[in-house]
């Protein structure tokens, strides 16, 4: 694998993550519990959109073939996706949103830290536009998750019921292939695995504020970076992409 | 008992503002949600710098009623205004 095909890998994996999150996010407006959460949650929507301009923009740049982020995101099939499973997972209630949310921006946090020192400036200068928005982001999900985890009876079981449920899907998140070995040599990129310290840290250090168990399980549902995905995508992207694709080249 | 979270009063320091102005209110389970949720309702459009928020129940008000005897004796006494002063012109703005 060259390099350059590993780096597109890479992009597309962090412009699908933001844009499958995104599109998540999004269901929630006008339907959050409370107002406020309803614009913060659609803050947060238009913070992922714009991380994916750049990511897939910059994809595009790399493939060198003429894609532009809008062809990357309107335009490719469920196999071509490499965000995530956890993030193509639906909402849930608020409880469980606000979870994944945290442990996604837990993950995004440390990776873009780490990103901010990489040998490619474009990528060093995308991830230091972007970890301000994360670092909001995380402060309020994590917030909120401790807030819920350890708040009434009735939230703290929703809490722990979704850590249960999404725990297994974030072994995936620190599973390296070729592609990242390629860009760590190079020092493009951090070994995917070489996250996890920090991110168990964060992540264990809130939950427990939260008063939420860690589950035991180690196992570890995978795919997404390669592009085999769930059942839930090709619904998301039957929304997301209907527009471009009934009426091509439609603008506004 | 109201399940409902208080309702905060938020101001906001504009960018080029000397002081904070009231720009509307929210409601928040505590001051920090308030600071955040004030952040994300009303510096949308980089509007502020710094942001203060209190919990409405913690700000007296003046009575509407006492108008009159409140504000009404100040009508008369323009000699207040210090509209009567020359000022020398390397003053500057007052």
Known sequence: MTRDEALFQFLLRLGDNTLVLSHRISEWCGHAPVLEEDIALANTALDLIGQTQLWLGFAGEVEGEGRTADNLAYLRDVWD?????????????????????????????????KLLSSSDTQIAEIAEKASKEVAYQLERSAGTVVGLGDGTVESHNRMQEALDDLWPYTGEMFLGDEADEVLAQDGIAPDAASLKPDWDELVGGVLKSATLQIPSTKFAHKGGKTGTHTEHLGFILADMQFLQRAYPAASW | ??????????????????????????????????????????????????IWVVEAKNISASSPSDKGPLYEPSNSKVYRHPTFFDIPEEVGAM
């Open chain 1, 81 to 113: 996706f490499r965000n995530l499973l956890m993030l193509e997972r639906p909402n849930g209630d608020f409880g469980k949103t606000m979870m994944r949310q945290f442990l996604f921006d837990a993950w995004q946090s440390v990776l873009l830290s």
């Open chain 2, 1 to 50: 008992m109201s399940n409902e979270w208080p309702l905060w009063e938020v101001f906001i320091r504009g960018q080029h503002g000397m002081s904070h102005r009231h720009v509307g209110s929210l409601h928040a389970p505590d001051a920090e949600m308030a600071i955040k949720n004030a952040r994300d309702v009303y510096t949308r459009r980089n509007e502020g710098i710094s």
